[in-house]
Every structure is written in C-alpha cells, then in structure tokens.
C-alpha cells in the first residue's frame, strides 16, 4: 500500500514509502482501502485542529462521522444540511436565516471540515462562522499537509492501526455494511466521487479527458511592449490582432523589408493601440541593437519578444555550398544569438522562438533548416533562468493563413504525406499562449518545448521498450509502468511475464516478450536475428526499420521507373538497391531527385542515403530476391561493387560433381558449363527439359 501525490495508474514510489498489509485479511480489500481512506481523512483533521480548539465537521458520511467521533479531538460538533440526522447533530437548513445560524453555531469554532458535495449550497454556514476559522475541505491539500508534516509510510502506519482497532471496536467482521462505492475511471466526474468513494485505475478502454486551451485574457498589458520579429506576413498580422484583443497596445513589428498594409495599421490605432513596423536585419548586431534602444526611449517597457524568421533554402547535403547552408542558419541561428545577447539579462515575460515540426523527425534536402532550428532549442532551454524567459514552438504546417496558403497544390499534397496534422490560425493562438505561459520558468520544471500536431502513434510501443537489460529477447518492465496492451487483458498477460531474476527490491518487476529473434555474443552484445513471425526488419543505429515500407515507398514514388527495390544497412548508412524497368535509363541527378522524392513519405531514420541502380538483382534457388546477398553486399564495404545474379554460395544437398552431371545430362549440349554459381531460370531457359530427368 503506497500513497502517490499524482493521480496516475501506476504511481512510482520508493520502497521506503511503502506499506504492507497483511494477507489474512478478513475483510475485503475494497473495503480496507475504504476504511484506511477514511483514517487519513481523521488524521489529518486531527492535524489541523489542536486540543484546546473547537471543531465542526459538516454534512459528514456516517461512517466517517463515527471514526472521527472515536478519535481523540478537542471540542467537536457535527452538523448537516437536512433534518436526517443525529439527536446531537446541529441543523443548518440552506434556507435558513442568519439570525438562526449565529443562534445555534458555537461562537469559538477554529476549524471547519466542509464535506458538502458539489450540489450543496452553504453560503449562509460560511458567512456566519468566526472570520479566523480555518476552513477546510475534503481535498487532496488536507492530505497533503498531513503528509508534509508526518511523512508517508509513518501516516499509512498509523490509519492502518486506527482501521484495526476500529475493527475490533465496531465487530466488524464481515464485509456487510462496508459496501465502499467505486468508480471506473471511464466514468469518473469530479462531482460523483463521494467522500469515502474509491477510483478503479484497472481501466481496459481509452479514457476521454477534456482539456479546456488557456485563457489568455489579461495575459498581456496594455502598458508593455512586444517585439514581433520577421512576423510581418499573414501569420504575423494574425498573432498581432490575438494580442490587441487580449490587452496589447505597443508592439513592433520588423523584418529584413516590411510590407504591412496600411489599412490594417488604421485599424490596429481605432483599437488604440500602437502598431510599428520598423526594418531590422537580424543577423547583425548593430541593427538588432538600435531597435532595442529605440524601444527602450521612445515606447514603453520592453517585456515579450518573438523570432519568427526564416529562410528556406533546400538542398541535399551533399550539393549544398557554404552561401546556401548560411542562408538558413543567418536568421534563426545567427539572429536568436543576436538577441539573446543584446536582450541580456534583461526581464522578460517571454521569449518564444518559432520553429519546424519537420525538426524532430527531419526532412529531406532541409540539414541547414533543420539545424537552425535545433541551435534555437538549445538556446530555448539554456536561456531557462528566474530572470530570463524562453520557450519554443515547433509548428506543423499552417493550412489557412501563412506560407504554405501562397504555394501551389502540390506543396500541401506532399505536407499531407509527412507524419503531421494542418493547423487552423485559433490552433496558433492557442499554442502561442500556451509558449507565453511556459516561457517562464518560475521555480517548475514546466515544459517548454511545444510540438504541435504531430500525426498519433497508430501502434502500441510497450514502456521502456529500449531498455534491454538481460541477455535473452525480453525487456525489462518498471513495476510502475504502463505495461498492457489496451483492451486486450490475455494479450497483456502473454506478452509480461514475470522476471525469472526476480529480487525483493522489485517483486512485481516483469518482462516484455518481443517476438524478436536473437543470439548472444562472445562480447555480452545482442545480435539482432529478426522477427519470429518472419517479418524482414533491419536493425540500423538502434532502431529497426521495416524494409517492406522502405521498398514499397520508393516503388511508388519512382512513378514506374523502377521494377525492383530492396533495402539494406550499410555501418551507419541505409541503402537502397533497385533496378530499372525495362527501356527506362536514368542520370545520376535524376537518381538523387527520384530518392529525395520517394523517401518523403518516410521517417528521417527509414530514408536511404543512397540509391544504387543495377543491372540484376540476387536470386534464391526459387527465384526470389535473395536477401542475405543483398546485405552481404552492403556489408562488404564495395556497395557499388557488381554481383553475380545466384548471390551467395547456397547449400548443397547432393555433391557438386554429381549435380553438375545431372544437370549437364538433363540440359544438354557439351558447350555448357555448370558450377555452383549457376541458375536454373538463366542456364536452363526452360523447365520442360527437367522431364527428361527420371528416377533410377
């Protein structure tokens, strides 16, 4: 038994927070988990209320009532909101007058459990109590505190033995009477839980949690300025008008060369505020400066900033020359250290830097955008101080206001094929005042690095599924961590089975069955062998790549121009072996373009770096791609190097020379040669000559 100051599933705790329980209860667990509840509930109101003070507990449960009764208290009163109850309970109708509560309250109450429900109304009971009663509820702060002061295994301890005495002196020796009410936590509101109700975490079925975006009313001043910078486009002119309606009166806008129609200007000053639009090139200093100053003389005080910069310059590493890598790099990384160097330690509200969602997962021909935007979050988290601000949102792409809305359709068709979700201009908003809220650290471990809409996970990851720490194909499970399979409770148990290395310290501790095949290694390594259920899987850098995707990907995007495609790794590398079809004949350059295009669709760890056109592809003695020669090959270090059709050297079942009479006496001719290397569909042309072949 463990207390968890989170409400989670499965709460991580240390040993020493623990509490065992005997297993020869008597009575049933849910109502042992009911009754220790209910000790924790009594202990900490005796927490609260010291022996010379007087307390009233209000609209208590029975049960409840009789625990706290039977604990030592000063001065104790109970009262409730309906004429049901105790002899000795005090009365306190909703409707009742003022002059009746004053006459039947004690005059000296200093402490006040309030255990009404959600639907019960007790304004007049608070506004007739002493000003210096402490009132409380039956929340998680009541409990809190408790546990503050006493500590968590020493608390448990204590409501344990308070249930076991409270046993003895009730004869409860039976579950009758103790019928605790649970909750799933599917159907969970936070006005059905009773006072001493019980939540069932064992949930098979997704949970829905609505979760309401921030208000961002008053988040900004109107006696501040914002510096709004390379966010004089669409997207720009769009957070600018969020931040007029939501109290912003300076701001300034600036880019490299602003265009901003003066149309809106007019508006933006019938709202009563103050829009300018000055010319800065955030790659030096000296202009990145005078802004600042200018700011700093003529406008009000400079609390909020944003870089919104960017340029795109796409291009293959490779062909990439040192003009083009700066292009992008100047204003997000070159800029962004600008400003943080000019701001200083200046205090800021926030510091938002606007980056890609095509940065975690990358983007093919986009290194130096994507390493731009990587320095940014770097930056992001290093600036995280008490006294300066910062945070980073990596946007997907925008599908209404924006850049991509000036390009033609093709554009949004090959967005639509990366792993990301369009946002609508109230997705920016709401993101952007989330970054605000985020920007400053204030003493928490916040998070502040936003990726927004990214495409959901369609399949299940178990927890820790990197986490290898024995030497068979199983992964070691945390007891604490979510490991099921989600409405399949026979697969969950198949898949986690108990660690035959079982120790005190972890007893619930198990291990995750992956499917995987595998050999142990002189060294201690494992040595990936693929997949039991035969699926062909590359291991490269740590991460197993489904070949089948990578060949149906660049299949499908080589418009027909390829017949054949396999993958396979190279050291470090992944490459991609392919012939053409037939009459088809390719450039080296159209080669590298048909690659860029048809791995877009793939994650940065499933796009090969190479595509590699030959002339035949190695075949099995039954005729299919043979793909052990395919990765001998790659692994040979001569990728390039030519190979012989058959592959590798297959295993023979009658002796070389008599197959070589066989074969020589079922095909004929004396001007043919046959060797281990030999292929029937090439050698042979035909399979009715094999007729001939007949039984001795």
Not at 215 to 240: E, K
Not at 344 to 372: E, R
Not at 481 to 486: D, E, K, L, N, R
Not at 588 to 601: D, F, G, N, R, V
Request: proline fraction near 5%; charge should be neutral; include cysteine.
């Amino acid at each position: 038994m463990c207390l968890s100051l989170l409400n989670r599933s499965h709460p991580q705790v240390q040993r020493s927070q623990l509490h065992f329980v005997d297993d020869d209860q008597t009575i049933a667990t849910k109502a042992i988990l009911m009754l220790v509840k209910m000790f924790l509930i009594v202990l900490a109101l005796a927490n609260v209320v010291q022996s010379h003070q007087t307390a009233m507990v209000h609209n208590v449960d029975d049960l409840l009532a009789r625990a706290i009764s039977q604990t030592t208290f000063g001065r104790l009163h109970f009262s409730a909101s309906n004429a049901v109850v105790r002899q000795d309970w005090i009365v306190i109708h909703p409707r009742s007058t003022a002059r009746i509560v004053r006459r039947d309250l004690p005059v000296d109450i200093a402490v006040l459990l309030d255990c009404s429900e959600q639907s019960q109304s007790n304004e007049v009971l608070v506004q007739q109590i002493p000003a210096t009663c402490r009132i409380s509820g039956l929340d998680s702060s009541l409990i809190r505190n408790a546990i503050d002061q006493l500590g968590t295994a020493p608390l448990l301890t204590k409501a344990n033995g308070l249930v076991q005495g409270f046993i003895r002196q009730n004869d409860i020796s039976e579950p009758q009477g103790l019928n605790p009410d649970v909750q799933g936590i599917a159907n969970i509101s936070k006005s059905n839980v009773k006072s001493l109700g019980l939540v069932d975490w064992e949930a098979t079925a997704p949970v829905a949690l609505t979760v309401q975006p921030i208000q961002p009313r008053h988040m900004l001043r109107p006696d501040w300025t914002y510096l709004m910078i390379g966010m004089t486009g669409a997207m720009g002119i769009s957070l600018c008008q969020w931040a007029i309606r939501n109290g912003a009166r300076s701001i300034v806008l600036t880019s490299r060369n602003p265009s901003v129609d003066e149309d809106w200007l007019i508006e933006t000053r019938s709202l009563g505020a103050d829009v300018q639009v000055w010319p800065m090139e955030i790659a030096s200093r000296a202009a990145v400066g005078s802004v600042i100053s200018r700011i700093n003389s003529t406008m009000p005080q400079l609390v909020g900033g944003c870089n919104g910069t960017m340029v795109l310059n796409d291009k293959l590493f490779l062909d990439m020359d040192a003009q083009g890598m700066n292009a992008a790099l100047e204003p997000k990384f070159r800029g962004s250290q600008i400003i943080d160097k000019v701001l200083g330690d200046q205090d800021l509200d926030f510091f938002i830097l606007l980056s890609s969602c095509a940065m975690p997962i990358g983007n093919p021909s986009q290194t130096n955008y994507h390493a731009a935007n990587l320095y940014m979050a770097s930056l992001a988290a290093n600036r995280r101080t008490p006294r300066s601000a910062a945070s980073i949102i990596h946007l997907s792409y925008i599908a209404d206001v924006g850049y991509v809305t000036r390009q033609d359709q093709s554009m949004r068709e090959r967005l639509e094929q990366l792993p990301f979700c369009p946002l609508c201009e109230s997705d920016i908003h709401n993101t952007f005042a989330e970054a605000i809220r985020a920007s400053r650290p204030n003493g928490r471990d916040d998070p502040f690095d936003f990726a927004i809409n990214m495409s959901p996970c369609r399949e299940y990851v178990p927890p820790n599924f990197w986490d290898i720490t024995t030497s068979s194909w199983t992964l070691s499970v945390s007891p604490f961590s979510s490991g099921i399979y989600i409405q399949h409770i026979r697969l969950t148990a198949t898949k986690f089975i108990v660690d035959p290395t079982i120790s005190t310290e972890w007893p619930f501790k198990r291990l995750y069955r992956t499917g995987d095949q595998g050999r142990l290694l002189e060294d201690g390594s494992l040595l990936f062998m693929g997949r039991l259920d035969g699926n062909t899987q590359i291991q490269l850098n740590g991460v197993r790549i489904e070949s089948e995707k990578v060949e149906g990907a660049i299949l499908a995007g080589s418009d027909g121009k390829l017949s054949t495609a396999v993958a396979a790794a190279h050291k470090d590398r992944l490459l991609a072996y392919a012939t053409l079809t037939t009459g088809i004949s390719l450039t080296e350059t159209e080669i590298k373009q048909l690659l860029i295009y048809a791995s877009l669709p793939l994650l940065t760890t499933m796009q090969p770096s190479k595509l590699i056109i030959m002339d035949t592809l190695p075949l099995t003695s039954a005729g299919k791609i043979n793909q052990e020669a395919i990765q001998d090959l790659a692994m040979s270090g001569q990728p390039n190097r030519p190979i012989s059709s058959s592959g590798t050297i297959n295993r023979l079942i009658l002796r070389q020379g008599e197959l070589r009479l066989l074969w020589k006496k079922v095909l004929g001719g004396p001007d043919r040669s046959f060797g281990h290397e030999s292929d029937f569909f090439h050698v042979g042309e035909t399979q009715w000559p094999s007729c001939a072949c007949k039984e001795p």
